[in-house]
């Protein structure tokens, strides 16, 4: 089984909207981590935000936030008012601690913002 | 300067020949590891290391080999590269508490 699943291979926003791009991820562990990366097209992954299986409310970073819902394990990236630099592709990833704590990472969402 | 650095960048190499990508951080991290990225398929774990003496394989380790020659370095050997090793290739580092992986620019490596 995906250990993460992205089930949004390309979305468009208007510049300035909200955009969620989703993330649901399987696990047996009670501790894990979930993380979101930005690839621009030059291909560097950028670290956007952190969320710990333990932590009781949702993290936020500047207009990124992630949206945890721990019983229907998913993990959802919201944007806030989009900019025509958030196009890239975003990756969801999860850590888990119980397996040697490796890195899992989703096949990835397309992000288009559109002027 | 970055805080973890692939070398080459962008590689074009033949098909049967041996091949190493480079990855050195400043991070002070003990972990390391190494994915490849293919379209559609998102990063897939190759080798991690916890520590020099630790290696580990992931996902898909066949066709591919490590070396930590020190807590800052660990490289990635293709001994034999095949066409289908084409692929865009990330190092990254993570902390023993693991709330952030820092990862290098990338190597894309195309096998002709």
């Known amino acids: 089984a995906q250990k993460i699943t992205q089930t949004q291979p390309g979305m468009f926003v208007q510049e300035k909207e909200a955009v969620t791009l989703d993330c649901t991820y399987d696990t047996s562990d009670q501790s894990y981590g979930l993380f979101w990366y930005k690839q621009p097209s030059s291909g560097e992954m950028i670290f956007l935000i952190y969320?710990?299986?333990?932590?009781?409310q949702n993290a936020t970073e500047g207009r990124y936030s992630l949206n945890f819902q721990k019983a229907r394990k998913s993990a959802n990236l919201v944007i806030s008012a989009s900019q025509l630099g958030d196009s890239a592709m975003y990756f969801c990833a999860m850590r888990e601690s119980g397996n040697f704590n490796k890195f899992y990472f989703g096949s990835g969402t397309k992000l288009n913002v559109k002027p | 300067d970055a805080d973890v650095t692939q070398t080459p960048r962008n590689r074009i190499t033949k098909t049967g020949k041996r091949i190493m990508l480079e990855c050195s951080q400043t991070k002070g991290h003990d972990r390391m590891y190494w994915y490849r990225q293919d379209p559609g398929l998102g990063l897939r774990l190759i080798y991690y290391?916890?520590?020099?003496?630790?290696?580990n394989k992931g996902e898909i380790s066949d066709g591919y080999s490590v070396s930590r020659q020190a807590q800052a370095k660990f490289s990635l050997s293709l001994e034999s590269a095949i066409p289908n090793q084409t692929a865009l290739y990330f190092c990254?580092?993570?902390?023993?508490?693991?709330?952030?992986?820092?990862f290098g620019q990338g190597t894309r490596l195309t096998v002709v």
């Open positions: 290391s916890f520590d020099v003496k630790d290696i």
């Open positions: 969320q710990g299986s333990y932590d009781e």
């Open positions: 990254a580092t993570s902390d023993w508490d693991e709330t952030e992986a820092f």
